[in-house]
């Protein structure tokens, strides 16, 4: 059978001077799968775009920033990941310039500038732990993961580059 997973992108905005992580803390609604949870920025692709645009999309629709400079950092596939078990592969970029103001909320929560150093310390999904310092590592060489989830929770985690 084909593996026919939800695409999607997600994106870790840099300050200017690279102390610090834009993050989105879910808190607007209370059917959200994230509900109390901090993430990147990012969404689904749409059939028309590239995942480039659709990180561009992304970040303009979610904090009003347009990307001047990104790198892809690696790839993530997450069977089972969905709220009904749907399988999600993700393209993880960081966004090291831009232009524009996030506004201090959007449609999912809150957004603030975390320190870089104290990720690990918010509540996120448990997975994320295992790919966000190879986001921020200073290996230049992209990363591609699978992390199976099951129940809501990640079962395993294999990465290579």
Same mark, same amino acid.
């Given at each position: 059978?084909?593996?026919?997973?939800?695409?999607?992108?997600?994106?870790?905005?840099?300050?200017?001077?690279?102390?610090?992580?834009?993050?989105?803390?879910?808190?607007?609604?209370?059917?959200?799968?994230?509900?109390?949870?901090?993430?990147?920025?990012?969404?689904?692709?749409?059939?028309?775009?590239?995942?480039?645009?659709?990180?561009?999309?992304?970040?303009?629709?979610?904090?009003?920033? #347009?990307?001047? =400079?990104?790198?892809?950092? &690696? +790839?993530? !596939? /997450?069977?089972?990941?969905?709220?009904?078990? @749907?399988?999600?592969?993700?393209?993880?970029?960081?966004?090291?310039?831009?232009?524009? #103001?996030?506004? =201090?909320?959007?449609?999912? &929560? +809150?957004? !603030? /500038?975390?320190?870089?150093?104290?990720?690990? @310390?918010?509540?996120?999904?448990?997975?994320?732990?295992?790919?966000?310092?190879?986001?921020?590592?200073?290996?230049?060489?992209?990363?591609?993961?699978?992390?199976p989830y099951d129940g809501g929770r990640p079962v395993s985690w294999t990465v290579s580059r």
């Amino acid at each position: 059978m084909p593996y026919t997973p939800i695409l999607a992108t997600l994106g870790y905005v840099l300050s200017p001077d690279g102390t610090h992580v834009l993050m989105v803390h879910r808190i607007a609604r209370a059917d959200d799968q994230q509900l109390g949870k901090y993430n990147g920025l990012g969404g689904k692709l749409e059939p028309h775009e590239d995942v480039a645009a659709g990180m561009r999309r992304e970040l303009h629709e979610e904090a009003g920033l #347009e990307a001047t =400079a990104m790198r892809l950092r &690696g +790839t993530i !596939s /997450w069977p089972g990941f969905g709220k009904h078990g @749907e399988d999600w592969f993700g393209f993880v970029f960081v966004i090291d310039a831009f232009t524009g #103001e996030p506004p =201090a909320r959007n449609a999912e &929560g +809150t957004l !603030s /500038w975390v320190p870089r150093d104290r990720l690990l @310390e918010l509540p996120m999904w448990e997975g994320d732990r295992h790919f966000l310092p190879l986001v921020f590592d200073d290996d230049p060489r992209p990363f591609h993961g699978v992390m199976p989830y099951d129940g809501g929770r990640p079962v395993s985690w294999t990465v290579s580059r």
